[in-house]
């Protein structure tokens, strides 16, 4: 059967599922951010600077479970599009306080609005209810072994209720 694809029937197969549909997900997100010039790792950098404020390089590399080589990578191809401020700390000039710009702040409405239609289609077969319960069930499996806890947690508290 060329080009269809498995689905697991059996009763603990929701790691097969869940990684099936993040290969979609992630193509299609790949598909809507490549019009914007963006890679999915460097809109996830905006939103957390939209939603957690100006913060130090280390502490923004920590969120994204960067090593520091490819956050300066990462960050000078924003800073080159305008898409992000990046100053020295005035309390310890070896830190770098990292802020999204106006510019950053329109791409990112662009890019979310694409990513919302690249939700609706992976999860087009669940009606509202059931994509606010599975998020809530995501959030909860999210909790316990996310690196970033905190920003799970925050962005759960800070989002528009279902």
């Not at 799970?152 to 989002?159: G, L, N, P």
């Amino acid at each position: 059967m060329a080009g269809s694809t498995y689905l697991p029937t059996g009763t603990h197969h929701s790691l097969m599922l869940l990684h099936q549909l993040d290969r979609i997900a992630r193509r299609r997100k790949e598909i809507a951010l490549e019009p914007l010039d963006l890679r999915p790792r460097q809109a996830v950098a905006l939103m957390i600077l939209r939603d957690h404020g100006a913060m130090t390089q280390a502490a923004l590399g920590e969120t994204l479970s960067l090593d520091p080589a490819n956050l300066v990578g990462l960050l000078n191809e924003l800073e080159e599009r305008e898409l992000l401020d990046r100053r020295r700390d005035p309390e310890d000039r070896r830190r770098h306080i990292v802020e999204l710009s106006p510019a950053g702040e329109a791409t990112l409405a662009r890019a979310e609005e694409a990513l919302r239609a690249v939700q609706d289609y992976v999860l087009a077969g669940l009606d509202e209810d059931e994509r606010c319960a599975l998020h809530e069930l995501l959030l909860r499996a999210a909790e316990r072994h996310v690196a970033t806890e905190g920003c799970v947690r925050a962005a759960a508290e800070d989002a528009e209720p279902c």
